[in-house]
Structure formats: structure tokens, C-alpha cells
């Protein structure tokens, strides 16, 4: 099974930045992208940033001009660096990725990890 570990999350006073990382590691697979979603007490799961294999992004536009998201695809491991972050980015953010595995697609997640904007 392909697994994704995160790392990178934690408490950041306003206008701080932080980077996440997410590793893709299993037995034999491939991966067509990865993404970054968050999710606030509440609310609904958004998607944050993405990225394809062949380098194309998305962003919410709510972190457009702040957020990064980018990708090394020998290590199978994206990133998201995210700057000049505010109260309302505060969320648990999860990993995301589309996997070929054993002959078939699907979707696999992080466990997500907590982004805590305050002063």
C-alpha cells in the first residue's frame, strides 16, 4: 500500500511561514499528482494547492501570491511552502495523492497535519 507521511506543521504567529513536506513510499507505484487540502473545525475540505507530473498547479485563490506548492518527482515527495500566513489559514492540512498501484488508480491521504496561525 502506498503510504504518505507529512511533516512541517506547528504554531506560526501572523505574517510567519512555514513548509510542508509529504513522502510518497510504497512497494511499486506511480503518481500523476499530488495536492494539499486543508480543513478548519467545521468546515467543509478544500483544496489548497496541487500540482501534476507534468508540472502544472492550481491554488485556491486565497493563497494565491503566499503558497508554493512544488515537487520532486525522484523523491516522490511534494512540498508546500507557505508565507505571510494569516489567522483564517489556521486547519489541518492533508496530503493528497492520485496512485497507479497494482493495476489500478486511486486517491490516497495523508493523516493530515495542524497549522496553527496566532499570535
Known amino acids: 500500500q502506498v503510504q504518505l507521511v507529512e511533516s512541517g506543521g506547528g504554531l506560526v504567529q501572523p505574517g510567519g511561514s512555514l513548509r510542508l513536506s509529504c513522502a510518497a513510499s510504497?512497494?511499486?507505484?506511480?503518481?500523476?499528482?499530488m495536492g494539499w487540502y486543508r480543513q478548519a473545525p467545521g468546515a467543509q475540505r478544500k483544496l489548497v494547492a496541487r500540482?501534476?507530473?507534468?508540472?502544472?498547479?492550481n491554488y485556491a485563490d486565497s493563497v494565491k501570491g503566499r503558497f508554493t506548492i512544488s515537487r520532486d518527482n525522484a523523491k516522490n515527495t511534494v512540498y508546500l511552502q507557505m508565507n505571510s500566513l494569516k489567522p483564517e489559514d489556521t486547519a489541518v492540512y492533508l496530503c493528497?495523492?492520485?496512485?497507479?498501484?497494482?493495476?489500478?488508480?486511486?486517491?490516497?491521504w495523508g493523516q493530515g497535519t495542524q497549522v496553527t496561525v496566532s499570535s
Open positions: 510504497g512497494r511499486a507505484f506511480s503518481i500523476n499528482a
Open positions: 500540482i501534476i507530473i507534468g508540472g502544472s498547479t
Open positions: 493528497n495523492a492520485d496512485v497507479f498501484s497494482g493495476g489500478r488508480y486511486y486517491t490516497t
